[in-house]
């Protein structure tokens, strides 16, 4: 939040607040919804930050897309932790190498993407409807992978 004015600085930390709170409530309250809201709500910010500073690219967003990856597979798998069950030997370490093999991946594919975009700097139309149609597949991901999560009605 370094980018911008007072204005904003006071905003930012009014936000980054609500996103820790909602993040906080998320797992004390075991209401999974804002754990992505929390992570939609810091993401949110540091793309204002980048659009109010008018940075062409900025190298740590890979690292800020992999932490708030990790803080959402965190949040979620500690809500997961609430219920009484049994597993096998080895459960939690196999399930944190995953998250962490999740958060590097992260990580690579997009320190990738951006080493891409920096390479190719075209401009037009059919390029932005193309970043439109990705971004609205990587919603519809999203949603479709947050949906599967929700247990169902007969799994309670």
């Known amino acids: ?14 936000v980054g607040a609500v996103a820790l709170l909602a993040l906080v409530a998320g797992i004390v309250l075991g209401w999974s919804p804002l754990i ?3 992570a939609a709500l810091a993401g949110g910010l540091y793309g204002v930050e980048l659009a109010i500073a008018g940075a062409p690219l900025d190298a740590a967003a890979g690292g800020v897309a992999a932490a708030l990856l990790l803080c959402t597979e965190l ?20 399930r944190a ?5 999740l958060g590097v991946g992260a990580f690579f594919v997009s320190a990738s993407l ?3 975009v920096d390479a190719v700097r075209a401009r037009g139309l059919a390029l932005d ?17 947050a949906r599967g999560r929700q247990p169902q009605r007969g799994d309670e």
Request: glycine share 12%.
């Open 75 to 94: 949040a979620y798998w500690s809500g997961e932790e609430r219920t009484r069950w049994l597993g096998d030997a080895g459960d939690g370490l196999r």
């Open 97 to 101: 190498a995953v998250v962490a093999l």
């Open 129 to 145: 409807l193309l970043g439109a149609v990705a971004a609205a597949t990587v919603l519809a991901t999203v949603l479709v992978a």
């Open 36 to 38: 992505p809201l929390s």
């Open 114 to 116: 951006l080493a891409l």
């Open 1 to 14: 939040m370094s980018r911008g004015n007072d204005t904003f600085q006071a905003f930012g930390v009014r």
